[in-house]
């Protein structure tokens, strides 16, 4: 069951924006990157979708404020539900990532659209098993599809983006079934507008929200048309 929405934080958005951006490790500005070649079928009321990018803390953050997506949800993909515990995961041995179930309307906000923000301003797709400070598996850079038609417009927005050399290394993001998603510990989830002056957040989280504002700002929730 998705949980409680939390309200629309204005003042936590003002704060994203005038946040310092300019250290971020980020190859391309999201304005670089072109559209997917495909896309979904956006007659479908509801998608669901779980995608791994470092630290879910930042990854929730940002899709909790993308217009179209109704629930984002901090957990676990790629191990057993045993093992889906934040202490475990930690160390790196259980196959698991740090995830982030989305749903979202397609009519609204497409699968394609999903993956220009996970790829611009999520996290960079060409560091392998590791975001900024954080190392270890569990910080891999990977989609969990849930039907075949995100698995093929995943593999060829991947395609697309390695073929025209977007990033200057090449892109290490996986591409697999969803074989299960654990939701994380309660204090995970929206951590970053419970904690936007956390020392962690302020460097490598707030900074995301802040870009997704400039860079797409018709698709954040309450931006203009």
């Excluded at 093929?152 to 290394?169: C, D, V």
Aim: aromatic share 10%; with cysteine; hydrophobic share 35%.
């Amino acid at each position: 069951m998705p949980r409680s929405t939390v309200p629309f934080n204005q003042s936590f958005l003002r704060a994203a924006v005038v946040s310092l951006i300019a250290g971020s490790s980020f190859v391309l500005s999201a304005a670089t990157l072109p559209n997917p070649p495909v896309d979904e079928n956006r007659d479908k009321k509801s998608e669901t979708v779980v995608l791994a990018g470092g630290c879910f803390w930042g990854v929730e953050a940002v899709f909790d404020s993308v217009k179209g997506v109704s629930d984002a949800v901090s957990g676990y993909a790629g191990g057993n539900k045993t093992t889906a515990h934040y202490d475990i995961v930690s160390t790196g041995t259980t196959g698991h990532a740090e995830s982030v179930q989305i749903t979202y309307d397609p009519s609204q906000i497409s699968f394609g659209q999903l993956l220009k923000i996970y790829f611009s301003v999520v996290h960079d797709p060409t560091e392998l098993n590791r975001q900024g400070p954080d190392e270890g598996t569990q910080y891999r850079s990977e989609i969990f599809y849930t039907s075949e038609e995100q698995k093929h417009i995943a593999e060829a927005y991947i395609q697309q983006l390695s073929a025209a050399k977007s990033f200057s290394r090449p892109i290490v993001t996986k591409v697999a079934p969803l074989q299960g998603f654990y939701a994380a510990e309660d204090y995970h989830q929206d951590f970053v507008l419970k904690n936007p002056h956390q020392p962690y957040v302020a460097r490598n989280d707030v900074p995301k929200v802040a870009r997704l504002h400039q860079e797409f700002p018709e698709l954040v929730k309450g931006g203009k048309q």
